[in-house]
C-alpha cells in the first residue's frame, strides 16, 4: 500500500529556488511511486512584500536588496537559470515576440488566488495554478501583479474566472493570506521553500531528489 504524506509548502510565485525545489521534489516522488505519495498544498509567503504596483527589474532589485553589481548580479541569475534547466524548468523567455524585461512584482493578488483554490477545488488545482503562475513568470514573463493576468492564468489552470474575480476583494480571503504568512514567522521561517512534512517535519531551501527521497522514507519511517 502507498503511504500518504502531507507536505505544506511555504513559497512565494517569484521565487526561483521554490519551483527548482518543487521539480526535485516531484522527481523524488515519481521515484517513489507505489511507496510514498504526497498531498501538497501550497502557503503564502511574500519576499518582497512592499513591492509597488510597477514592479522592479529583477536584476536591479537584486543588485539593491544585496549589494550586488549588476555583473554580480547577472552572474547569480545565470547561475540560477542553469539549475532550473537542470531540474526540469527552464526560465527561457517561451512567449511571443522579443522577450521583455524580466520583472518582480507585489504578489499578495496571487496569493489570495492560490488560497481561494486550494478552498474551492483542492489541493491538485491548487498546484496546477500555482505551476502556470511559475510559468508565467519565469517563462513568459507576464505581469502577475496584474489582476487580468492573473485571471488569465487562472482560467488557464481550469478554474472559473468570474468567481475568480472576486477574490481580490475578499477581505476573509485576505485574512487568511495573512495568516499563513504570520505561521511562516511564528515557525521562524525566513526564506523560501520550506517545506512542512507530516506537520512535524520542516525541511529548508531547495533540496536534491536524493534528500527529498530521504526525508519522506524517514517521515513515513517514524510514524
Same mark, same amino acid.
Given at each position: 500500500?502507498?503511504?500518504?504524506?502531507? !507536505?505544506?509548502? #511555504?513559497?512565494?510565485?517569484?521565487?526561483? &529556488?521554490?519551483v527548482?525545489?518543487y521539480?526535485?521534489?516531484?522527481t523524488?516522488?515519481e521515484? *517513489?511511486?507505489?511507496?510514498?505519495?504526497?498531498?501538497i498544498? #501550497?502557503?503564502?509567503f511574500?519576499l518582497?512584500?512592499?513591492?509597488?504596483?510597477?514592479?522592479?527589474?529583477?536584476?536591479?532589485?537584486?543588485a539593491?536588496?544585496?549589494?550586488l553589481?549588476?555583473?554580480q @548580479?547577472?552572474? /547569480?541569475?545565470?547561475l540560477?537559470?542553469e $539549475?532550473?534547466?537542470?531540474?526540469?524548468f527552464p526560465? +527561457?523567455?517561451?512567449?511571443?515576440?522579443?522577450a521583455?524585461?524580466?520583472? *518582480? #512584482?507585489?504578489?499578495?493578488? @496571487?496569493?489570495k488566488? %492560490?488560497? &481561494?483554490? *486550494?478552498?474551492?477545488a483542492?489541493?491538485?488545482?491548487?498546484? $496546477?495554478l500555482? %505551476?502556470a %503562475?511559475?510559468?508565467?513568470?519565469?517563462?513568459?514573463? $507576464?505581469? !502577475? /501583479?496584474?489582476?487580468? =493576468? *492573473?485571471?488569465?492564468v487562472?482560467?488557464?489552470?481550469?478554474l +472559473?474566472?468570474?468567481? /475568480?474575480?472576486? =477574490?481580490?476583494? +475578499?477581505?476573509?480571503?485576505?485574512?487568511? =493570506?495573512?495568516?499563513?504568512?504570520?505561521?511562516?514567522w511564528?515557525?521562524?521561517?525566513?526564506? =523560501?521553500?520550506?517545506?512542512?512534512?507530516?506537520?512535524?517535519f %520542516?525541511?529548508?531551501?531547495?533540496?536534491?531528489?536524493?534528500?527529498?527521497?530521504?526525508v519522506l522514507?524517514r517521515?513515513v519511517a517514524r $510514524?
Amino acid at each position: 500500500m502507498t503511504e500518504r504524506v502531507g !507536505i505544506a509548502i #511555504w513559497s512565494d510565485v517569484m521565487c526561483p &529556488w521554490c519551483v527548482i525545489g518543487y521539480k526535485h521534489l516531484e522527481t523524488a516522488l515519481e521515484s *517513489l511511486a507505489g511507496e510514498i505519495g504526497a498531498d501538497i498544498r #501550497w502557503l503564502a509567503f511574500e519576499l518582497n512584500p512592499d513591492m509597488p504596483p510597477e514592479g522592479e527589474e529583477s536584476r536591479a532589485h537584486i543588485a539593491r536588496k544585496y549589494g550586488l553589481t549588476p555583473e554580480q @548580479a547577472e552572474k /547569480g541569475r545565470t547561475l540560477m537559470a542553469e $539549475r532550473a534547466r537542470g531540474a526540469g524548468f527552464p526560465f +527561457d523567455y517561451a512567449g511571443e515576440g522579443e522577450a521583455p524585461p524580466s520583472m *518582480l #512584482w507585489n504578489t499578495f493578488d @496571487a496569493h489570495k488566488l %492560490l488560497h &481561494w483554490a *486550494l478552498e474551492t477545488a483542492g489541493p491538485e488545482a491548487q498546484t $496546477r495554478l500555482k %505551476l502556470a %503562475l511559475f510559468a508565467a513568470h519565469f517563462q513568459q514573463r $507576464r505581469n !502577475i /501583479g496584474d489582476r487580468e =493576468v *492573473l485571471l488569465d492564468v487562472a482560467e488557464s489552470a481550469g478554474l +472559473d474566472r468570474q468567481t /475568480g474575480s472576486a =477574490v481580490f476583494d +475578499d477581505p476573509t480571503i485576505a485574512a487568511a =493570506v495573512r495568516s499563513e504568512q504570520r505561521q511562516a514567522w511564528d515557525a521562524d521561517v525566513t526564506g =523560501v521553500p520550506a517545506m512542512v512534512f507530516d506537520g512535524k517535519f %520542516l525541511v529548508p531551501g531547495a533540496q536534491e531528489p536524493e534528500a527529498y527521497v530521504n526525508v519522506l522514507r524517514r517521515v513515513v519511517a517514524r $510514524r
